[in-house]
């Protein structure tokens, strides 16, 4: 586990405390245990059925843990709590014949706001997501996409400290998933927490500090993902290339992952990354060869490999 000493003394937003759940004989949470720091962006990942939202749904009181305990903002969960908590679920909850001004200004009453207040924070919202002229459509006639925009605002519009994310980016194209991204680093500026899960690794490693690896409801990695990726070396080569595949099943390399004309290969121990772009140049014109950390998408496949 890789928690540095700086992670355990920051302020905790949330910290859970070995929790478990098991559905009659299915384990899906395995006596979890993390801990995300306030003001920080934390990638909870996995395959699919890991517990991603299992463990998320604890976190907020929809399930209750059969053992081990949620803390929340430096106290022990309670109701209260959840008034500084905005939540997307990954499934989309919204009425569908509703208008879509009505139905967020619905959802902001549920959050305390009062109907003229949450009037002004939805459309000033949905300007800024650039869906302004759906506000007096109803749900149904919205694209996925901009459906998950206003799920976006909903959870945005009562101002929350913990803003949790389960797969933000479901239905997006890269133009909005991009927009979205620019308002969550504009949110973690202002001191606002951040957790999200996503099966996107490259926004993964773009924006969270830290994350939580789980599989078959455990933690198998932990913590500052800067540390992580150090923590595995420079051992990984990305190549870009014209022709013909610039490799065998040489000795030199431990995997592949294969994309076409590009390719990252992860060398054995002790391999010389100067003999493999020998061997290289030898079948193919070679346009990029760098030795870089693995990716998160690397770490991810080799962590979760032994379960496919």
């Keep these: 586990m890789f928690v540095g000493t700086l992670y355990r003394k920051m302020p905790a937003a949330v910290e859970l405390r070995g929790i478990h759940k098991t559905y009659d004989n299915f384990v899906a949470v395995d006596h979890l245990s993390l801990t995300i720091r306030e003001g920080s962006v934390y990638g909870l990942l996995g ?29 022990k969960f309670h109701r209260e709590q959840l008034r500084r908590i905005g939540y997307l679920p990954e499934e989309r909850g919204l009425y569908k014949r509703m208008k879509v001004l009505d139905h967020l200004v619905f959802l902001g009453r549920l ?3 009062s109907a003229d207040e949450s009037r002004k924070r939805a459309t000033g919202w949905c300007e800024r997501l650039q869906i302004a002229d759906w506000l007096h459509k109803k749900v149904e006639e919205l694209s996925k996409g901009m459906q998950q925009k206003i799920q976006f605002v909903a959870a945005l519009l009562h101002d929350p400290d913990l803003l949790i994310l389960d797969e933000p980016f479901s239905g997006l194209d890269p ?11 504009e949110l973690k500026k202002t001191g606002k927490t951040i957790l999200f899960s996503t099966h996107r690794m490259d926004q993964v490693e773009r924006l969270s500090e830290s994350i939580c690896l789980i599989d078959h409801g455990r933690s198998v990695l932990e913590g500052d993902l800067k540390k992580i990726k150090a923590s595995y070396g420079k051992n990984t080569v990305q190549m870009q290339y014209e022709g013909e595949t610039p490799f065998d099943h040489s000795e030199l390399i431990e995997s592949v992952n294969d994309y076409g004309n590009f390719v ?19 079948r193919s014109r070679i346009t990029r060869f760098e030795l870089v950390e693995p990716s998160l998408e690397e770490i991810f496949i080799d962590m979760v490999k032994p379960h496919a």
């Design 175 to 185: 133009a909005n998933a991009m927009m979205l991204k620019d308002i969550m680093i």
């Design 47 to 75: 395959p699919n059925g890991a517990g991603k939202t299992s463990t998320i749904r604890m976190m907020i009181g929809i399930t209750l843990p059969d053992e081990g305990e949620v803390w929340l903002f430096g106290e």
């Design 111 to 113: 959050r305390g706001l």
């Design 264 to 282: 990252e290969l992860r060398l054995r121990p002790g391999a010389d990354s100067q003999q493999l772009l020998k061997m290289a140049c030898e």
